[in-house]
């Protein structure tokens, strides 16, 4: 780190710049970074359109529209976050890093911040694809919208450094990261949307980290999500956040674990 770096907003984008080059260098990451959660929504319209959307309110625009941003969220950031925080540990870079002016915090963010602008930018493309492609309208609530979008890049780091702590290599964080890509897919409403489950069901699955994420940026297109329903998905994403950046402190493992 150049001695001219001092505040932390200098020595996070430095941090980010280096991290950049590196996502850069890598094919792997690039593909599931970059390419799946683009290519996946596309795959995925024949059988959103096979659905039974009569009554619920829904288009197949408006399924797809969250459901891409959800994949995005799901792979451009944790999943891609869950292998950047682990190699960077068996690396020893986390632990070198340590022992400069760079606080822990700071090196987090720092490595977590191209995913997170990658998660953005896809989310901006996909929203403005998807209005196009699929003649959906502008939203009627954008605030909602942009909340369930920031929280979910917030939340999905926070969790992607959870779920590093507890994987020992590279190549496991793919099986590690898994079981929240599944669960969320099924039933947060990425793949199939909670309106049309149960509302047993679905009052269950709404607790999922990522449904308040995908139930803002619905109701941010549709303008039909109360002031209830807003305020208890916003609170929802923020307690997962919250828990996820408590154990990040407590648990975090900043050395390769053996």
Known sequence: ????????????AALARAELTLFGRSKGMIVTAVFVPLVLPVSARSVVEDMDLGGSGLSVGLVLLPGA???????????ALV?????????LVLK???TGELRDREILAGAALPAVVTGLVQS???????????????PEAPQ???IG???????????AALTASFTRTVESAQVTSMPLVMASMVGSGVAVPLELMPDRVASVLELLPLSPVITLVRGGWTGELSAYEAVGAVLTALAWT?????????????????
């Open 83 to 91: 292998g950047v925080f682990v190699g960077r540990r068996e690396e």
């Open 242 to 258: 919250v828990l996820g950046v408590f154990a990040v402190r407590r648990w975090f493992r900043w050395e390769p674990r053996r």
């Open 69 to 79: 941003i959800g994949f995005s969220l799901l792979f451009a950031v944790y999943s």
């Open 144 to 146: 909602l919208a942009v």
């Open 124 to 138: 901006v493309i996909l929203a403005v694809g998807c209005s196009v492609l699929l003649d959906v309208p502008a």
């Open 1 to 12: 780190m150049s001695g001219a770096v001092t505040t932390p907003a200098g020595r996070v």
């Open 149 to 159: 979008i920031a929280s979910g890049l917030v939340m999905c780091a926070a969790l």
């Open 96 to 98: 070198r890093l340590r």
